[in-house]
């Protein structure tokens, strides 16, 4: 099956650094990723909808400048937390369509998810 | 309301014991549905897609019932490794993006 690699797979950091997580399909193109975050007991809240070549599609509620995504290419698509705080520690998940944007595509292929605990 | 609903649970169940979960969503619109597992501090991944007609899977049996907006999972003679989080997921029509239910989880204890 699909694969979607994330790195790094946990990072700890520090109040105000800011920390980069990647997401890759490793043997498929994804015009479109997700980037979902969930916190304990929780379900999985989308944040955005990073789309190859065009700007990230945010939820409400989701600051674009604090989580900034970049799909440059259509295996890769990075999201960047910037001025980490601690409410900020979280898992985050990726995950990927396989096919064309705007295509009702059946299944998603998730990454395994980065764990960020800023200090 | 939230669009996608399920009874958190923990729902504790012995080896071999037949359990169910429901989901209910909101969206009349909805046009697919997934049953997802996701085991702690894990990704979520896919257990199967649910069929108008209903379809099983092994041990897992899957319904959709349009009528009155739900669908269920239903695993029989549990094994200690069903122990999970099952994660409901309804797409809407004409979309691609899902949402996803808050989870149902399963503890099967020997």
């Known amino acids: 099956g699909a694969v979607v690699s994330q790195h790094p797979s946990w990072v700890i950091c520090k109040s105000g650094t800011s920390v980069k997580i990647e997401c890759r399909s490793l043997?498929?193109?994804?015009?479109?990723m997700f980037w979902y975050r969930q916190f304990p007991k929780q379900s999985l809240m989308l944040m955005a909808t990073s789309n190859e070549g065009s700007k990230a599609t945010y939820e409400q509620g989701v600051e674009k400048d604090k989580f900034l995504i970049n799909h440059a290419s259509l295996t890769l698509s990075t999201l960047t937390v910037t001025s980490a705080h601690p409410e900020d520690s979280s898992f985050y998940i990726c995950?990927?369509?396989?096919?064309?944007?705007?295509?009702?595509?059946?299944?998603?292929?998730f990454g395994p998810g980065t764990r960020l605990l800023v200090l | 309301r939230k669009e996608v609903e399920q009874d958190p649970g923990p729902f504790n169940v012995p080896e071999g014991a037949t359990v169910a979960f429901n989901c209910t969503y909101s969206n009349s619109a909805s046009q697919s549905f997934f049953w997802y597992r996701q085991d702690c501090r894990k990704e979520p991944k896919l257990l199967m897609s649910?069929?108008?007609s209903g379809n099983e899977d092994g041990r897992f049996t899957a319904q959709l019932n349009r009528a009155s907006q739900y669908i269920s999972l239903l695993i029989r003679d549990s094994k200690l490794s069903d122990s999970a989080t099952y994660l409901c997921?309804?797409?809407?029509?004409?979309?691609?993006?899902?949402?996803f239910g808050r989870g149902t989880s399963l503890i099967v204890h020997p």
């Open positions: 995950s990927a369509l396989p096919g064309l944007a705007g295509a009702e595509q059946e299944t998603q292929y």
């Open positions: 043997d498929f193109q994804a015009t479109t």
């Open positions: 997921v309804v797409k809407n029509q004409g979309s691609y993006i899902p949402t």
């Open positions: 649910v069929y108008s």
